[in-house]
């Protein structure tokens, strides 16, 4: 109990306290590092004409000192610089040990100030004010909620199943209560505005009812993520009971930490009413005041996070991993004695930079395994609706079965593979949210050690070019590594998703993709890798005009020497994009004829169907035959005799087409099947019959086998005989020939008929 | 509450109205009060000038004097018995607000009362001058203790008001009127105040500010001067006595109830919700069925927060074998009111005894299937206890 007394003694302290300049607002501890140059001639003519200048002067004497010298120019070495650092560290520590010896007797004198300062009467009537202008603030969001009441109560309770919804719904949420706390500030700090008060009054007043805001605010971040009454809201991958406890600590934390804000810039108005009384026992009153507030904040800081480590494994029913909790418990809590230590001892660049790094590692593994969840939480859900899905058919088919309903040898129906529909989102949005972070970070640190990263270019010192190199690089490479990611992601999927073609079966757009994809991946590393290499070396001060320059004149001499590689490259792109072929397919280039085997950056490699393989060179190409796209027509004739019955004909040859259609191999890729066309045109001693039909690519071939086939054989059952070539001789008078005569006569009449019989012209293979 | 409810409906009937009746005459006089207070953003004349018309005619006027003064009393006996009547202090925020806001009314109010009476004894007229100048400049804690007074009574009196329109039929439109006014008045009542401190304050510390013309206080106190510190020794008394007595009597309430739980047989019922946001808990008899389930943070419907009055509390009872008596007078006539089946009841009003209990919510808890036409097919039907 004796810590609890303690406790109570320092409240006792901050409640009566009074004065004292807080310095909690960090000052610019480094980057005052010189430049040395020597100045030119130039510089030298316009530094003199700048001080002739009378507004310069006057500048000059506004910014001195009161006792007339200027602020000393920053140390010139690094040794002088460590020299003024320890200098500084001495300093604050002889003032601590003075604020150590006035401790005792800071009650009193603050009160003393507290005193004179405020009558009582002032004092009671601050705090009528703070209540009324509280209570006015709260009547109005009272108001303003009473109004949104049933809207938020069904956000609050109406189930949700996908964490899109969830993350919705709190959003809303949130921007309800927020936009009440507008209301409350509007109500409370808005209205307090409106009356003229005594000056002390009116800003201890505003000072309260701002702190009363804060605290407002950030227990509301909170409620926006534990959602403690609100299970259906709840972002963070814990329960109720988790989830009450932490936000009691987050209200306990922001308490102590805005209150001693409160108090401390309470104490620093004060002291500005005050301004002549600024004496030296004032300012280590002050001091002593603010490290009493300090150690306050570390110790509810410790206590919290004591606590929290204590409770939580039995809230969230962690098992196991009480090490690493032990871990990270005794991390934080020497990271916050490390950062009292470093403002005690007034490093508050140190501090800052200490508190920054300290919260990010373990803020960017929260971060991790918060998307994580609820990426995982998304994933489940979808899952645990796909997989009902495939039980609701799985029942169907049962009950099916049951009643006898179903043919037999039916397959019971297969679960369907579930596909995580956000695989390639959530790379993404891990490195964007650490994008983001780490940006806040390094802007936050950039902040702390007063470097603005705008005008970081003004700023000569070695540290300050440190930092810009710094962050410049950082911020190029996370951007690099940002775009890498998604890039790599959107590609890799497309590729792992690619199922290639099965034996026989035409290839689908998908397959131009492939081939493109490695090769746009490979080009996108190379541009960020230089992309990177270069901003880094400007931002490090190199110039990089030459060697973009340089890369420049290499570029033109290797682009005249690979003129026609480069032509072939750029032509295949072109070919791919308008998707004139495809792997599998049947083509057509110039002369040569064949199967796409592969396809290279470079070149493509046709195979004739009798084995030969082509290879061609994109550049090559002028114009291309695609053989295998879509559809096929191909007409074939028959010569039947002037005689034949064309109704039957036409019958015979629908009924082949009907037979064709049915057959089980090839009757799937007719797309139009054999129909005759008529007598096409009359020859001499015959009529030209046309059938034709309609297929996929490459089924033709066979389709056309059968028909002629079957045909055949169908007109051969009706007694339709194909046309012959035959030579009718007519002899006039001749009745008396004999038959050897006859066909001497006939003989000699074929031979004028068809001319001397060579060999033909080869048709074109199959292939 | 049902205790007396199903011995004698007639009376818990009575209770309530008299609740509400007197709970209205106080919520009357503390509105044209602080309407008073308000006109003080105009000037502290004005708000003199109305003082009688709005504040005075309460206790100059002796009819209403004798009824503000009786329905305090029968409004914090009865609400000592609703106290004692409670199965479970776990009760809704705004129902705690009001309890704890009606507990601190007395001992906030009784120096305001006893300070005013302590004024006419020592023969000084009570006006705004006076009691402005005593708040803000002579007694400035005492104002801040006014201010908390005027919220606590406020808050308890408009959550009381609320209570009632809401579990009335087609109270929307007066809803629409009656949220902006609750808060309005108050604010521009502590606006008022404000201004007219700050009018009232720069006097004392020797500035321009408001001076009552003629004032009928201007001589002083018109008794000897040593019998001013007895005077308000005992007003003082007097206002501490009050306080002692209400703060005792809220206790020996507290004590009559807990013994009163104690007596109840102990078991165990187990209730399941059935239908969206399902649950099961195990519970102790002697509560509600709403009282169990807010105990247990299952959500439920509940507009007038479980007093029989507005019928959301809903449940069918689908099976189950802990014994539920028939429903009482008030039930039966909310649960007619709804043209309500034959398996329904109010939570708020059936006290589930050993065994286990399957019901469903009729309205569910986020409202969002609440239709007050609901009530409008039924012909005949009372409207409502209240």
């Known amino acids: 109990m004796d810590w609890l007394r303690r406790f109570a003694l320092i409240l006792a302290v901050l409640v009566s306290a009074g004065t004292a300049s807080a310095q909690f607002v960090p000052t610019t501890g480094n980057s005052n590092a010189p430049t040395t140059a020597a100045p030119s001639p130039n510089d030298v003519r316009e530094f003199l004409r700048l001080l002739g200048d009378p507004t310069i002067q006057a500048w000059i004497a506004d910014s001195a000192n009161p006792d007339g010298t200027l602020d000393s120019g920053p140390a010139l070495t690094l040794r002088e610089q460590m020299d003024a650092q320890l200098a500084r560290i001495g300093e604050r520590a002889r003032s601590l040990a003075?604020?150590?010896?006035?401790?005792?007797?800071?009650?009193?004198?603050?009160?003393?100030?507290?005193?004179?300062?405020?009558?009582?009467?002032?004092?009671?009537?601050?705090?009528?004010?703070?209540?009324?202008?509280?209570?006015?603030?709260?009547?109005?969001?009272?108001?303003?909620?009473?109004?949104?009441?049933?809207?938020?109560?069904?956000?609050?309770?109406?189930?949700?199943?996908?964490?899109?919804?969830?993350?919705?719904?709190?959003?809303?949420?949130?921007?309800?209560?927020?936009?009440?706390?507008?209301?409350?500030?509007?109500?409370?700090?808005?209205?307090?505005?409106?009356?003229?008060?005594?000056?002390?009054?009116?800003?201890?007043?505003?000072?309260?009812?701002?702190?009363?805001?804060l605290f407002r605010v950030l227990t509301t971040i909170s409620l926006f993520f534990q959602a403690p009454r609100a299970p259906e809201l709840r972002l963070v991958p814990y329960g109720t009971a988790a989830a009450q406890f932490l936000h009691r600590i987050v209200q306990v934390m922001a308490f102590a930490i805005v209150a001693a804000f409160a108090l401390s810039y309470m104490l620093s108005r004060v002291v500005e009413e005050h301004e002549v009384d600024l004496d030296s026992s004032l300012a280590t009153v002050a001091l002593a005041q603010t490290v009493v507030l300090a150690l306050f904040v570390v110790l509810v800081s410790w206590v919290c996070i004591w606590i929290t480590f204590r409770r939580l494994p039995s809230l969230c029913n962690i098992e196991g991993s009480s090490k690493a909790l032990l871990i990270w418990r005794n991390f934080l809590i020497i990271l916050v004695g490390v950062v009292f230590a470093l403002w005690l001892t007034g490093l508050f660049g140190v501090m800052w930079a200490v508190l920054i790094v300290g919260l990010a590692v373990p803020g960017l593994r929260l971060m991790r395994a918060w998307i994580d969840h609820f990426f995982d939480q998304s994933t489940t859900a979808l899952h645990d609706a796909h997989m009902a899905e495939a039980q609701a058919a799985l029942d169907a088919f049962d009950r099916a079965e049951g009643f006898g309903e179903l043919e037999d040898g039916e397959p019971q129906p297969e679960t369907p593979e579930f596909a995580d529909p956000y695989a390639a989102t959530r790379p993404i949005v891990q490195r964007g949210a650490r994008f983001l972070f780490l940006i806040s970070a390094v802007l936050m640190l950039s902040w702390a050690w007063g470097v603005s990263v705008l005008d970081l270019s003004s700023d000569q010192s070695i540290m300050g070019r440190v930092l810009e190199v710094l962050i410049d690089s950082i911020v190029a490479l996370l951007l690099a590594d940002l775009v890498w990611t998604w890039a790599k992601t959107v590609i890799d999927k497309r590729i792992a998703d690619y199922e290639p073609p099965v034996d026989g079966q035409a290839p689908g757009p998908e397959a131009r993709m492939i081939t493109l994809l490695p090769l746009l991946r490979t080009i996108l590393l190379v541009t960020l890798l230089i992309m990177v290499v270069l901003s880094v070396l400007a931002a490090a001060g190199v110039n990089i005009a030459p060697i973009l320059a340089g890369a420049?004149?290499?570029?033109?001499?290797?682009?005249?020497?690979?003129?026609?590689?480069?032509?072939?490259?750029?032509?295949?792109?072109?070919?791919?994009?308008?998707?004139?072929?495809?792997?599998?397919?049947?083509?057509?280039?110039?002369?040569?004829?064949?199967?796409?085997?592969?396809?290279?950056?470079?070149?493509?490699?046709?195979?004739?169907?009798?084995?030969?393989?082509?290879?061609?060179?994109?550049?090559?190409?002028?114009?291309?035959?695609?053989?295998?796209?879509?559809?096929?027509?191909?007409?074939?004739?028959?010569?039947?005799?002037?005689?034949?019955?064309?109704?039957?004909?036409?019958?015979?040859?629908?009924?082949?087409?009907?037979?064709?259609?049915?057959?089980?191999?090839?009757?799937?890729?007719?797309?139009?099947?054999?129909?005759?066309?008529?007598?096409?045109?009359?020859?001499?001693?015959?009529?030209?019959?046309?059938?034709?039909?309609?297929?996929?690519?490459?089924?033709?071939?066979?389709?056309?086998?059968?028909?002629?086939?079957?045909?055949?054989?169908?007109?051969?059952?009706?007694?339709?005989?194909?046309?012959?070539?035959?030579?009718?001789?007519?002899?006039?008078?001749?009745?008396?020939?004999?038959?050897a005569q006859r066909n001497a006569v006939a003989g000699a009449a074929q031979e004028a008929v068809q001319g001397p019989t060579g060999p033909k012209a080869a048709i074109p293979d199959e292939p | 509450m049902s205790d007396i409810a199903v011995s004698k409906p007639w009376l818990a009937s009575m209770r309530l109205r008299a609740m509400i009746v007197t709970g209205m005459i106080m919520f009357l006089f503390i509105s044209m009060h602080l309407a008073n207070l308000a006109l003080g953003l105009i000037s502290v004349q004005v708000m003199e000038d109305w003082r009688w018309t709005l504040t005075g005619v309460w206790t100059s006027f002796p009819p209403l004097k004798m009824a503000l003064s009786v329905s305090l009393a029968v409004h914090f006996l009865l609400a000592l018995l609703s106290l004692f009547l409670r199965n479970t202090l776990r009760v809704p925020a705004y129902d705690m607000a009001q309890m704890v806001a009606g507990v601190m009314i007395i001992p906030l109010l009784a120096p305001h009362v006893f300070g005013v009476m302590a004024a006419e004894e020592l023969g000084l007229r009570t006006n705004y001058a006076l009691v402005l100048n005593h708040f803000w400049v002579v007694s400035p804690a005492a104002g801040l203790m006014q201010i908390v007074m005027l919220v606590v009574a406020w808050i308890h009196g408009a959550i009381g008001v609320f209570t009632w329109l809401q579990s009335r039929d087609g109270s929307a439109r007066v809803m629409r009127v009656f949220y902006p006014f609750v808060v309005a008045l108050p604010i521009l009542a502590m606006l008022g105040y404000v201004e007219a401190g700050r009018q009232v304050i720069p006097v004392d510390e020797g500035g321009a500010g408001f001076v009552l013309q003629d004032d009928p206080n201007a001589d002083g106190p018109a008794v000897a001067a040593e019998d001013i510190p007895g005077i308000i020794a005992k007003a003082e008394d007097r206002a501490e006595i009050a306080t002692r007595v209400s703060l005792g009597l809220v206790l020996l309430a507290l004590a009559a109830r807990w013994v009163r739980l104690r007596r109840i047989p102990s078991g165990r019922v187990r209730v399941t919700y059935i239908g969206a946001r399902a649950a099961t808990f195990e519970a102790d008899p002697g509560m509600s069925l709403l009282e169990m389930a807010r105990a247990h943070d299952v959500p439920h419907a509940s507009v007038c927060r479980g007093r029989g009055r507005c019928g959301t509390c809903r449940v069918r009872v689908l099976s189950g074998d802990a014994h539920l008596p028939d429903p009482t007078d008030i039930e039966a006539q909310v649960l007619q009111r709804w043209n309500a089946g034959p398996d329904e009841r109010l939570a708020c009003q059936i006290k589930p005894t050993d065994g286990t209990l399957e019901v469903a919510r009729v309205i569910e808890a986020d409202y969002s299937n609440l239709d007050y036409s609901e009530t409008k097919r039924a012909t005949n039907a009372p409207a409502g206890v209240a």
């Not at chain 1, 199943?161 to 209301?183: H, N, Y």
């Open chain 1, 98 to 213: 003075l604020a150590w010896q006035v401790l005792p007797q800071m009650p009193s004198v603050l009160s003393d100030v507290w005193v004179t300062e405020l009558t009582h009467a002032q004092k009671v009537r601050s705090v009528t004010y703070i209540l009324i202008f509280l209570l006015i603030g709260f009547g109005l969001e009272w108001l303003y909620r009473q109004t949104l009441r049933y809207p938020l109560l069904r956000i609050e309770q109406a189930p949700k199943d996908a964490p899109s919804q969830k993350l919705l719904g709190a959003l809303l949420r949130a921007a309800i209560i927020f936009a009440g706390l507008g209301i409350f500030a509007i109500g409370s700090i808005g209205a307090f505005d409106s009356f003229d008060w005594h000056p002390l009054v009116e800003s201890l007043v505003l000072d309260l009812l701002v702190s009363v805001l």
């Open chain 1, 552 to 739: 420049g004149i290499v570029g033109i001499a290797i682009g005249f020497g690979t003129q026609s590689l480069v032509r072939d490259i750029v032509a295949g792109i072109f070919f791919l994009i308008d998707d004139a072929f495809r792997l599998g397919e049947y083509i057509e280039v110039g002369d040569l004829m064949g199967t796409v085997e592969s396809i290279s950056i470079r070149s493509m490699r046709i195979r004739h169907h009798r084995g030969k393989v082509h290879t061609v060179p994109y550049g090559e190409l002028k114009s291309l035959t695609n053989h295998s796209r879509d559809w096929v027509i191909m007409k074939l004739e028959f010569r039947v005799p002037f005689d034949t019955d064309l109704q039957l004909v036409k019958k015979l040859v629908k009924k082949v087409g009907a037979e064709l259609q049915a057959n089980e191999h090839y009757g799937q890729s007719i797309l139009s099947t054999l129909k005759s066309q008529g007598v096409r045109r009359m020859e001499e001693f015959n009529m030209v019959v046309g059938v034709k039909f309609m297929t996929k690519p490459g089924e033709q071939w066979l389709v056309r086998r059968d028909a002629y086939q079957k045909v055949r054989d169908a007109f051969e059952a009706n007694g339709i005989r194909m046309a012959e070539r035959n030579v009718k001789v007519e002899i006039d008078g001749g009745d008396y020939l004999t038959d």
